[in-house]
Structures are given as structure tokens and as C-alpha cells.
């Protein structure tokens, strides 16, 4: 079945280094989600990426999506305390309606 | 809104024993989910409803049922539970794939954490 790896399982950064997740299907995917948790929290939406080679923006987070429509990126700039959480892409791919499959996250860890 | 919200927000269990979680949104979603999230596993789908009256299965439904007789709830139930169930379920909702493309996030609840003994 459709897989979705993520990688790396962890990281731990300094304050103000940059950090990157990534994020591989083994299909093409017909869009990626990616979502953030907080420690004891819940998943919470960022963003959804759909077209060959797109790129969004959210203030220091840039996100990704292969031409290929296989792999996605999230890469955060200058890290802060406050990006501490669990990083999670999830594909969808067209024959699956309304289901995501989700990535096992990048666990970030943010030392002042 | 309150969204999506789950209860109950912890339990204990012995094995053997049933238990319903209530998962209910005010959204007016049409789809909603129902995730298992063990450490090191991400989240896993145990089943999922596109509709009032309809459910399906996910990457793990066994020893799980699931049962959406109004829009809003989506209920699930473990008949006997077991060890191997200990874990923090999420439900999450979604607006359906025909009505806006850009509406598929999906949204969840606070988690129910379970412990089975």
C-alpha cells in the first residue's frame, strides 16, 4: 500500500540554526498536508501544498512540493523555542477520498 | 465553535473490557476520522465516515468499531479491550473532497488517552 516516509525521526537544534524535515511517497500524491504538534497536544493544520513544484511561504516556514508530486520539504528558518513540536506530512493520493496518510513526523527540539 | 471535541479525555481499562469514545464536531463536516498515534508509529487511521450512516475502514480497524448515526458524532468503540489498544486516539473532521479543494485540512480534537491493563 501507499506509503509515506519522514525523515529525520528527530532533531535537535540551537536556537537560531535552521531545520529541515522531509518527506517521500512511494505513489504520486494528488496533494500533501503538513501539521504541527505541540508536546501534549493535538495536530494542528498548516498547510496544503497540490501543484508540481509549488512553494509556500509562512513567515520563517517554507514549504514544498516535488515536480514530481512524491516528496515534500518543510524548512524552517532561524529557529525559535516556540517551533518546538512534532512535524507531520500526510499524502493524499487521488484514489483515496478524503483519506491522508501520514508520515511519522520529525520530532524538534529547540535549545536556547 | 468549539470544533472538534472528544471525551472522555482519559481512561483506564481493564482487558476484556468495552468502552465508547464520543467524538463530536460543530463544523458541519461531512467527513470524520478516527487516528491512533503511538510513539515512533505517527498516525494511524482506524476507520472513517464520509457521511452520515457510512463508515469504512482504515490502515488498522481491528478490534475497533465505529458507528456515525448523526453528522456530528462519530463514535468508537472497543468491544474487549486489550493491551495492545493503550494508546491516544484522535477524531478529526474535514469538509468532503467535492466541495472545496483547498478545505481539506483536517481538524482534531484534543485526543482521549487510553490505558488498558
Known amino acids: 500500500g501507499q506509503q509515506v516516509m519522514q525523515i529525520p525521526q528527530y532533531q535537535h537544534v540551537q536556537e537560531g540554526e535552521d531545520f529541515t524535515t522531509y518527506c517521500n511517497s512511494s505513489?504520486?500524491?494528488?496533494?500533501i498536508q503538513w501539521y504541527k504538534q505541540r508536546p501534549g497536544g493535538h495536530p494542528v493544520f498548516l498547510i496544503q501544498?497540490?501543484?508540481?513544484?509549488e512553494v509556500k511561504k509562512q513567515k520563517r516556514l517554507t514549504f514544498q512540493f516535488g515536480e514530481a508530486k512524491k516528496n515534500s520539504s518543510l524548512h524552517i528558518t532561524a529557529t525559535q523555542t516556540t517551533d518546538v513540536g512534532t512535524y507531520f506530512c500526510a499524502g493524499r493520493n487521488g484514489g483515496s477520498q478524503g483519506n491522508l496518510i501520514f508520515g511519522k513526523g520529525t520530532k524538534l527540539s529547540v535549545k536556547p | 465553535n468549539a470544533g472538534v471535541t472528544q471525551t472522555p479525555k482519559f481512561r483506564v481499562l481493564k482487558t476484556g473490557q468495552s468502552m465508547t469514545l464520543l467524538c463530536a464536531q460543530d463544523m458541519n463536516h461531512e467527513y470524520m476520522y478516527w487516528y491512533r498515534q503511538d510513539p515512533g508509529m505517527g498516525l494511524r487511521l482506524i476507520h472513517y465516515?464520509?457521511?452520515?450512516?457510512?463508515?469504512a475502514k482504515g490502515e488498522v480497524p481491528d478490534g475497533y468499531n465505529v458507528s456515525r448515526l448523526k453528522k456530528q458524532n462519530f463514535l468508537l468503540g472497543l468491544e474487549s479491550a486489550a493491551p495492545s489498544q493503550t494508546s491516544v486516539y484522535f477524531c478529526?473532521?474535514?469538509?468532503?473532497?467535492?466541495?472545496?479543494?483547498?478545505?481539506?485540512?483536517?481538524?482534531f480534537g484534543p485526543g482521549t488517552r487510553l490505558l488498558v491493563l
Open positions: 465516515s464520509v457521511g452520515e450512516g457510512t463508515t
Open positions: 505513489t504520486t500524491l494528488s496533494n
Open positions: 501544498l497540490v501543484k508540481s513544484g
Open positions: 478529526a473532521s474535514s469538509y468532503s473532497s467535492n466541495f472545496r479543494r483547498e478545505s481539506l485540512s483536517q481538524y
